[in-house]
Each structure stands twice: as structure tokens, then as C-alpha cells.
């Protein structure tokens, strides 16, 4: 007789700031995702295009390797994840975050989804006033 189980856990990371809704935001392991192109880079993080394991493209941006034992940086990371989280709920033009997690050399990350064009083709000019907030559940 054999006896198999699996055991399938999913982790969540709850990131709160005064002022903000708390997020719930599902760990990712960063074996789960394959680099396909790089997209750019800021001041602390680089953005890829990667592969889920389910198939589906996605936007990865991930701390900079110098910068993984910098405090502020990854500080900025959690901020950024709860800003976007929040900023999605209220304005269907800002991509979802899909999950977060730390590389094996201790490098935060998060996935955001794909979207089909450009970020810059999505934001309103500031003087239109007919864009408005996702409908509230």
C-alpha cells in the first residue's frame, strides 16, 4: 500500500500603511517565472517581462541587486505593492498586482499583470475630467 499526499499551500503577505487599505497579496516563488525580456529600470528596481507557470505573460519588477540589504529600498517595494493594490480598487487603468516574493539572494519582487500597450497610452491627460473610478463593489 502507498499512501501520497500533496499538500498545496498558499501564502499571503498583508501590507498595511496609516491611511491606506490593508492588501493581501500572494507569495510567488520566483521559481514559478522565466524571464523572457528585460523592459527597463528606475532608481531601485528592474522591470522584466516573464512567463507564469500557468502560461500567462506578466510584468515582474524586482529590486536591484545592490540594493537587497538596503532597507529603504525594500521598504519602497512593500509601499509600492500597497499604493497599486489600492490605486487598482478605485482605477481599472492601474495593472493588478498578482503576487510578491524574494529571490533566493534575498531580492524583493513583485507581479504585476500585463497590460496590452504602454502605461504612458493609459494615463488620462490631467485636464480630462471625463475619467472616472471603477465602479465599487
Avoid: H
Avoid at 493581501?24 to 523572457?36: A, D, G, N, Q, T
Avoid at 519602497?76 to 505593492?81: K, L, P, Q, V
Avoid at 513583485?110 to 480630462?128: G, I, M
Amino acid at each position: 500500500l502507498t499512501l501520497t499526499l500533496t499538500l498545496t499551500l498558499t501564502l499571503t503577505l498583508t501590507l498595511t500603511l496609516p491611511g491606506l487599505e490593508a492588501v493581501s497579496v500572494p507569495m510567488v516563488s520566483f521559481s514559478e517565472l522565466r524571464i523572457k525580456s528585460w523592459l527597463g529600470a528606475g532608481q531601485f528596481a528592474n522591470v522584466y517581462l516573464v512567463k507564469q507557470l500557468n502560461g500567462d505573460l506578466a510584468v515582474i519588477k524586482l529590486l536591484k541587486y545592490e540594493l537587497r540589504n538596503d532597507e529603504t529600498a525594500r521598504n519602497d517595494i512593500a509601499t509600492e505593492i500597497l499604493y497599486l493594490s489600492n490605486l487598482n480598487a478605485t482605477i481599472a487603468r492601474i495593472p493588478k498586482v498578482l503576487g510578491q516574493g524574494e529571490t533566493k539572494n534575498g531580492r524583493p519582487f513583485f507581479v504585476l499583470e500585463r497590460l496590452a500597450c504602454s502605461l504612458d497610452s493609459l494615463l488620462p491627460d490631467p485636464n480630462d475630467n471625463s475619467v472616472t473610478p471603477r465602479t465599487m463593489a
